[in-house]
């Protein structure tokens, strides 16, 4: 071999070692940045939540504060927000310039996969709401680590709260996500919420995803199920989302009105007004 050829061959080894080289030095210096800003998950289901967490509890004590010894109260409820993230920004938006509105119930389904980062999206749009909020859990959040997720932003899949005269009972509903091994719903649950309610309350509202007599309701108790609704003082009417769709029926011709809330893609929302008297029900588009 030559002098120049060996040369020649050392110095394309060299520039081969050098970028090499480069390229790893440039890797290293990337990788603290990358994982610092999140720009790395660790899994689409990881359940290690950071940022605001056990919102439900945070809010419902908001709530129960600012609507004591209230005679009117105001609330809107949306519904099924999963991946239509600008109409979610929107709704907030009209939502806020009403001025006028208590809180806000979300009628379940944040996510479409139950994927961590849904969740985390989704909170950071309700976080834009003047008012407090709360979310029910929905049949699409309740599959991959949803339910872990739910659990650790908002907190149990099953809670009450008081506003005013009021007793608002959220459930979850989704029982065939479950594939009926879990207690959806949870009777145990509601026999001790009719163990606690006060004697200033006299009137209930039910709130949850899933409507009896849907399929992915335990219809084998659906009648139990309303039977037990029958057991709280005054109920008002029940709302539910998961249909996509506006709708008003008497699901079991008892004199409970069941009220769905469209998908958030419809651009409208439910609003409804409790007085002494009553209550009126308005579908708002925005």
């Known amino acids: 071999m030559q002098k120049y050829e060996f040369c020649a061959i050392f110095a394309c080894f ?28 660790y899994h689409p289901y990881d359940s290690r939540i950071s940022g605001e967490t056990d919102i439900t509890k945070r809010n419902i004590f908001r709530i129960e504060n600012a609507t004591k010894d209230k005679e009117i109260i105001k609330f809107a409820m949306i519904s099924d927000t999963q991946g239509w993230y600008d109409d979610t920004e929107d709704a907030v938006k009209a939502l806020n310039a009403r001025g006028d509105i208590d809180f806000v119930i979300h009628g379940g389904d944040q996510s479409d996969f139950g994927v961590t980062k849904e969740f985390i999206w989704m909170r950071s749009r309700f976080q834009k709401l003047n008012v407090p909020y709360l979310c029910v859990i929905g049949n699409h959040d309740c599959v991959g680590s949803g339910p872990d997720v739910y659990r650790t932003i908002y907190g149990d899949e099953n809670f009450s709260f008081i506003a005013g005269r009021y007793k608002f009972v959220c459930l979850n509903t989704n029982a065939m996500e479950y594939d009926y091994s879990h207690p959806v719903p949870d009777f145990t ?35 139990v199920f309303q039977e037990y609704l029958h057991r709280f003082p005054g109920v008002q009417f029940c709302i539910y989302g998961h249909n996509h769709v506006i709708a008003k029926d008497d699901v079991f011709n008892d004199g409970i009105i069941y009220y769905g809330c469209p998908s958030i893609n419809k651009r409208t929302y439910l609003l409804f007004t409790l007085k002494p008297d009553g209550y009126d029900y308005k579908i708002v588009e925005y």
């Open 189 to 223: 649950y509601l026999k001790n919420e009719l163990l606690n309610i006060p004697d200033s309350v006299d009137r209930t509202v039910i709130a949850m995803h899933v409507k009896p007599l849907d399929f992915q309701f335990n219809n084998n108790v659906a009648n």
């Open 14 to 41: 060299y520039w081969f070692y050098i970028l090499r080289m480069r390229r790893l030095l440039y890797l290293m210096f990337l990788c603290p940045f990358l994982i610092s800003c999140n720009w790395m998950d």
